[in-house]
C-alpha cells in the first residue's frame, strides 16, 4: 500500500530525491515520515510531516534533507542533498492514516566517498 522509490547510487555530495505513494486505499493521512536503517545499525527516525505542515528532522539531516507531500498524487517525497557516505541506508516511509500505521518496503541508498 507504500511504495517506495528513488533510491540509488550516488557520489558524496549529490542529491537523491525519494518518493513513497501509498494507495488509494490510504487516506485522511496526518503525518508522513521517513526513516533509515544502516548497515549494522537500528532503526532511526529522519523526518516528520504532518497534515498542518509542520516538519521537523533528525539533527543528521537538518538543512540538507527536505520532506514534502502531493496531497493531489497521495505521494510524499525526501529531497536529499550533500548526501555523505555515513547517510548510506535503507530508507523507509511510514505513514500515519486514521488509527493505522503504513510501512513502505525501503529503497536503498548508498552515498559513495
Known amino acids: 500500500q507504500l511504495q517506495a522509490s528513488g533510491g540509488g547510487l550516488v557520489q558524496a555530495g549529490g542529491s537523491l530525491r525519494l518518493s513513497c505513494a501509498a494507495s488509494?486505499?490510504?487516506?485522511?493521512?496526518?503525518?508522513m515520515q521517513w526513516y533509515r536503517q544502516a548497515p549494522g545499525k537500528q532503526r532511526e527516525w529522519v523526518a516528520t510531516?504532518?497534515?498542518?505542515?509542520?516538519?521537523n528532522y533528525a539533527d543528521s539531516v537538518r538543512g540538507r534533507f527536505a520532506i514534502s507531500r502531493d496531497n493531489a498524487n497521495n505521494t510524499g517525497y525526501l529531497q536529499m542533498n550533500s548526501l555523505k557516505p555515513d547517510d548510506t541506508a535503507i530508507y523507509y516511509c511510514?505513514?500515519?492514516?486514521?488509527?493505522?500505521?503504513?510501512w513502505g518496503q525501503g529503497t536503498l541508498v548508498t552515498v559513495s566517498s
Open positions: 488509494g486505499s490510504i487516506s485522511s493521512i496526518s503525518v
Open positions: 510531516l504532518t497534515s498542518r505542515g509542520s516538519r
Open positions: 511510514k505513514v500515519v492514516a486514521s488509527t493505522s500505521a503504513y
